[in-house]
Every structure is written in C-alpha cells, then in structure tokens.
C-alpha cells in the first residue's frame, strides 16, 4: 500500500512552519508568499485525502482552491502596486 | 510484477515531493530577504504539489481522479512562476528593502530609467492628441 497517510502527517508538520513566517511577517509580500504556501500544502492535503478515499469529490475542491489562490495573488500584486485594483 | 513497480514509483515520487515541502518550508522559515523567501517558495510549492499528484496518476492508472490530477498539474506549472514574478515585482516597486548581503542590483537601474522615459514621453503624447 502506498503511503499516503503518512505523506498527508508529514505535511501537517509543515504547516506552522509556514505560520510562523505569516504571523511574524514582516513585510507583506512575506505574508502573501506565506499564504501561498499555505494554499499549495491544504491542495496537497486535499489531493492526497482524494487518492485515500479513491474518490474525485475532494480534487474537485483542490482545482478551485489552486485558481482561488493564483487569482488572490495576482489582485494582491496588483493592488500593491496600483493602490487600486481597478484602474 | 508491475503492481510492484508502481508502487515503488508512486512511493518515491511522495517521497520527493514531501522533501521539497519541507525544503520550501524550511527556505520560508531562514532566507533572510523577501526575494529570496518568494523564490524558495513558489519553486519548491510547484515540484512539490507536482510531485504528489504524479504519485497519485502513476498509483491509481486512468480514472477521473488521475485526469483531474493531470488538469491541475497543468494548471500549476503555467500560474505558479506567474504568481511569484508578480509578487517580487510588487515587493519592489513597494520599496520592501533588499538583505546587505545582496551582491547585485539590476532591477533598480532598470525601473529608474524606465520612470524618466515615461516622464519625458508624458506630455509629447498629450500634444499629439
């Protein structure tokens, strides 16, 4: 059997890690990477749940979480620069 | 036989991909200048997601699981290096300052000459219209 399960612990360890560099900052593009990273490890989570229960129901929420977070940064980026989103 | 072999394939693509995370995690936790954080991020998160979904694909053969699997794979690798390139480029443009151990600065020179051109053309193109 392949293990996922311990692959899915492994990368919950890696969790507050990443927290740390968001709470702690301390700029905000910091934070932003730290989110980011945050995103991809839930996805991954979400991905591997998926392979356990060999269902398609959870990787469905990792493909919307993936175009949510790329589309998030960019808004980010770009009111950061801007000052406004929709100029 | 091939059973085995997938296994042993799925198993060592887990593998890496949990060690970039914990790379990327650990290049978050110690670089010591926004730049450098964004660039250990976004690089591991792309082979790392990549890595554990291939695992997935080659444990689980063809099903919906593994082409949704493959849609996401392609999905990352062309807007993960999007999404850092914009975050650095904002960080700067921010004025978040760069680590004393920065031996080069291109982009600074750069962004300076590109602000006096837009400043010199500015008002030839009002006279124009």
Redesign the interface.
């Known amino acids: 059997?392949?293990?996922?399960t311990y692959?899915m612990i492994?990368?919950a360890g890696?969790i507050p890690?990443?927290l740390?560099?968001f709470v702690r900052g301390p700029?905000?593009?910091?934070r932003?990477?730290?989110l980011?990273?945050l995103v991809?490890?839930v996805?991954?989570l979400l991905?591997?749940n998926?392979?356990i229960q060999?269902?398609?129901v959870y990787?469905?929420a990792?493909?919307v979480l993936?175009?949510f977070?790329?589309i998030s940064?960019?808004a980010?980026?770009?009111y950061?620069?801007r000052g406004d989103l929709f100029a | 036989m091939l059973d085995g072999l997938r296994e042993i394939i799925a198993t060592a693509f887990l593998i890496v991909g949990v060690f970039f995370y914990f790379s990327g995690a650990l290049g978050l936790l110690r670089f010591p200048d926004v730049y450098n954080r964004i660039h250990a991020a976004t690089k591991t998160s792309t082979i790392g997601v990549v890595a554990i979904l291939l695992s997935g694909v080659v444990a689980l053969g063809i099903q919906p699981v593994s082409v949704k699997a493959v849609v996401i794979i392609l999905f990352l690798l062309l807007t993960y290096p999007v999404a850092g390139h914009l975050l650095a480029r904002a960080a700067y443009r921010t004025g978040v300052v760069l680590t004393d151990r920065t031996l080069r600065d291109e982009y600074g020179p750069a962004l300076e000459l590109e602000e006096i051109e837009e400043v010199e053309d500015g008002p030839e193109e009002k006279e124009g219209a």
């Not at chain 1, 059997?1 to 996922?4: A, D, G, L, N, Y």
């Not at chain 1, 700029?27 to 910091?30: E, F, L, R, T, W």
Request: net charge negative; no cysteine.
């Open positions: 059997m392949i293990p996922f692959a492994a990368l890696v890690i990443v740390y560099r700029s905000i593009p910091d932003v990477v730290a980011e990273a991809s490890i996805m991954a991905v591997l998926s392979y060999g269902s398609s990787i469905d990792a493909l993936s175009i977070g790329f940064t960019v980010i980026a770009k950061l620069v």
